[in-house]
């Protein structure tokens, strides 16, 4: 069974910068995997950040970049705010019989 | 702009059935594939199963595959999930969402969800 891996917690000051990253049980994480980054605050639904890798929905601020590092799929948030704390969850595409996976969420703490 | 609208949660007992719908609006729905996600209580998101936009092809989440039927009615911009054999895990919020654009898969435009309660 395909695992996808995320960092359970990160802690950023505002202002700073942080990468949580995406990593899958089956090797290197490639733009075949056509890697999501949604967003969920607390009582909220899921909100689309980042879709194919790099491509930011309309409402996606600009201080949010998706990219492939280091064969994992990665988020960096530059110049954090506090509105940007929250669970932060990675979708990647697998095709056959079960083609997506969530990776089990990175909670984000802006302090 | 995209709307989507789930109904159908309530309060179960293990083993029985349930029928979730999404009601859907502001983007070609017979031209997409669509998707259920859900979230159990406290954690995180599980993809359930997601629809092309004809019906011909289905695919389900391991967790829920001989148990869980999706299906569409692309004349009245409704998705649809019947949940047999329910089990207590099966406890979450359940969420559909449409693709970013026509031919991808991806959930990308989300409901507010219905939660079903198994127990």
């Known amino acids: 069974q395909t695992v996808v891996t995320q960092e359970p917690s990160l802690t950023v000051s505002p202002g700073g910068t942080v990468t949580l990253t995406c990593a899958s049980s089956?090797?290197?994480?490639?733009?075949?995997?056509?890697p999501n980054w949604f967003q969920q605050k607390p009582g909220q639904s899921p909100r689309t950040l980042i879709y194919?890798?790099?491509t930011k929905e309309s409402w996606t601020p600009a201080r949010f970049s998706g990219s492939l590092l280091g064969g994992k799929a990665a988020l960096t948030l530059s110049g954090v705010q506090p509105e940007d704390e929250g669970d932060y969850y990675c979708?990647?595409?697998?095709?056959?019989?079960?083609?997506?996976?969530f990776g089990g969420g990175t909670k984000l703490t802006v302090l | 702009e995209v709307y989507l609208m789930e109904s159908g949660g309530g309060l179960v007992q293990p083993g029985e059935s349930l029928r979730l719908s999404c009601a859907a609006s502001?983007?070609?729905?017979?031209?997409?594939?669509l998707t259920w996600v859900r979230q159990a209580p406290g954690k995180g998101l599980e993809w359930v199963s997601v629809?092309?936009?004809?019906?011909?092809?289905?695919y389900y989440a391991d967790s829920v595959e001989g148990r869980f039927i999706i299906s569409r009615d692309n004349s009245k911009n409704r998705l649809f999930l019947q949940m047999n054999s329910l089990r207590v895990e099966d406890t979450a919020v359940y969420y559909c969402?449409?693709?970013?654009?026509?031919?991808?898969?991806?959930?990308?435009?989300w409901g507010q969800g219905t939660l079903v309660t198994v127990s």
């Open positions: 089956t090797g290197a994480v490639t733009s075949g995997h056509f």
């Open positions: 979708l990647l595409y697998y095709g056959g019989a079960h083609p997506w996976v």
């Open positions: 194919s890798t790099s």
């Open positions: 969402a449409s693709p970013a654009f026509v031919g991808a898969w991806n959930p990308n435009y």
């Open positions: 629809i092309s936009d004809s019906g011909d092809e289905t």
């Open positions: 502001g983007f070609s729905f017979s031209r997409s594939a």
